[in-house]
């Protein structure tokens, strides 16, 4: 089994931050991409953030510069730093991971239950 688990979401005015964790578990051997993805209310889910197991990042147009993913590959643990939030940030947000189970097993991706984020202005 594996689970993702996300923490840190929340309620905060606009122009406050929060900060996204979301860390693997279970039988997993190696993790390859991680990332964050949104869905608000009546719109599709998108990509937030991702990042590679080297480091490599890449952000969607309207949160960069902004917002910063980040990982620790030694806790299986990946992060989202949120700052300058805007009303249109609010959505439930989904960390995203692309793992192997155990040695000749294939890539999957596996999906958190998500975290509320709400920004009000």
């Known amino acids: 089994q594996v689970q993702l688990v996300e923490s840190g979401g929340g309620s905060v005015q606009a122009g406050g931050s929060l900060r996204l964790s979301c860390v693997a578990s279970?039988?997993?051997?190696?993790?390859?991409?991680m990332g964050w993805f949104r869905q608000a209310p009546g719109k599709q889910r998108e990509l937030v953030a991702a990042?590679?197991?080297?480091?490599?990042?890449n952000y969607a147009d309207s949160v960069k510069g902004r917002f910063t993913i980040s990982r620790d590959n030694a806790k299986n643990t990946v992060y989202l730093q949120m700052n300058s939030l805007k009303p249109a940030d609010t959505a439930v947000y989904y960390c995203n991971a692309e793992l192997k189970r155990w040695v000749g097993s294939s890539w999957n991706y596996y999906w958190g239950q998500g975290t509320q984020v709400t920004v009000s202005s």
């Open positions: 279970g039988s997993i051997l190696v993790i390859n991409d």
């Open positions: 990042i590679t197991r080297c480091g490599s990042t």
